[in-house]
C-alpha cells in the first residue's frame, strides 16, 4: 500500500454499471524521504471505501486486492482506498502529514 | 485507474480468438499537476467497453480488473476503459479536460 | 496492452514443464509519440500464441491476463503476444511500423 | 520479492476491517548495486506477517501474492513482509545490512 | 518474462512457512539494447524453480503467475526463475550472456 492525500474527484455519467454510486477520488502518492512526507509518482483515481474527502491522508491498495472491499466487489477497479492515514512515524519522529 | 485520452485505433486481423469484435483505442494518460491536466507515460492499448471514441476523456483499469467488463469477460486483456470522464475536479477547480 | 516489435528469440532447455513446446519471443516496446512510434520501456520476452515472427509489429498483454490463451493456460507466464497489429492510427494519420 | 528496512509504522483508526489488528510497518527498499545495498525506489507500506520491527532488514512480496499469508487472507491488502533476512550474498561476499 | 543473471542468495531464518526448503536467489535483470544485453532495473530476490546458480542467465517470472511452479504453489511470493537461458538471438546475431 502507499499513502496519498486526496486532492480531488472525478466525476464520469457513461460507465461501467459497477461503478454506479461509487466515489471517485483522485489522489496524490507520497513517500517517506529525508524525514517528511514527499509527493512521489503520478495522481492515481481511487474509489473511497472508507468515508475519505479532499485534503485528508489516507492508505490506499492497488491491483486485485483493490477489489476486496464490500464498496468494490467483482467490480473492474484497480485502486480502492483503505484507510485514513493517523499518524506516520519514522525512526521516531512523527511525520507531519501532507 | 488513470485519467486518458483517446488518441487512435489499432488494427489487428490476425489475433487470439477472444479479441474477435472488441475496439482498441490508444490512448495517452493523463495525471493532475500543477492544477492541470498533464500527460504522463507511455500510450496504452486498451479495450473499450463504454463506447469512447478518438479526442474523449476516459478512465481506464489495468491488470486482471481489466477482465471485469462484459466486453473483457476471460480475455487476455490487460487494459479496458471503462468511463467517459466529465469533470476532474481538484482542490475546488475544475480542471480543462486536455 | 502495448505495442511491441519482436526483434529476436530465446533459447531455454533447462526450464519449467510448462514451457515445453513454447516459442519464447524477445519483444521491444513502442508508444506512441509526437505522431510516430518510438521505442519506450525495456525488453521483454514474451509467449507468442498467434504465430507471430521476427521483425513483426505485435500486441502483447502482461499480467495474470496473459495465462488466458490456449498457448499459455496454467503456466507461469507474465506476458504473451495476442495480436499481430496491421494498422495504428492516431488522430486520423496512420503511423510507420517499427 | 524485494529486500528493504523497515523505518516506521502507519496508524490509521478509520479503515477497512480487514486491517483490524493488522500492523502496517513503513519500509524502504533496497537492491544491490556495486556491491552494497543501496536505497531503490519509494516507501512502501506493507502489513507484518513475521514479527518483524523498525530497523530490521526484511523480505517483502507485492501483488496479489500478499494476500497469502495468514495475517492477510481475503484482505485488500498488497504488500506483506515474508521473511527477516539474515544474510545476503553477492558472489561470495556478504553484503552489510542496511 | 525477463532476462537476469544469478548474482546471489539471500538467507532468512524467521519467515513465512510455505517459505521452508525454498532456495532465494538475488537476480540482476537484463534487457537487449544496442546489440548486447545491459544491466536494466533493480536486483530482485527470486524463488529458484529449475535448479538455477550464481553466474547464470535465467528467465522469471513476476505476479500471480510466479505461483504455478511446483515449488511456489500457494506460496506469498511474486517472483520465480522459471529457466536457464541457453540463447539470447536479436536480428541473427546470439548475444553474449552477462
Do not use: H, W
Not at 32 to 54: C, E, F, H, R, T
Not at 85 to 91: A, I, L, P, Q, Y
Request: charged share 20%; proline share 4%; aromatic share 4%.
Amino acid at each position: 500500500m502507499f499513502i496519498a492525500k486526496v486532492i480531488g474527484n472525478v466525476v464520469a455519467t457513461q460507465k461501467n454499471e459497477k461503478f454506479c454510486g461509487m466515489k471517485l477520488l483522485l489522489i496524490q502518492p507520497y513517500i517517506s524521504k529525508d524525514g517528511a512526507l514527499q509527493i512521489s509518482g503520478s495522481s492515481v483515481v481511487a474509489v473511497d471505501s472508507v468515508g475519505a474527502g479532499v485534503g485528508e491522508c489516507v492508505l490506499f491498495t492497488q491491483g486485485s486486492s483493490a477489489r476486496l472491499t464490500p464498496a468494490t466487489k467483482d467490480a473492474p477497479v484497480d485502486a480502492v482506498i483503505v484507510g485514513i492515514v493517523d499518524v506516520v512515524e519514522v525512526e521516531g519522529k512523527v511525520l507531519e502529514k501532507p
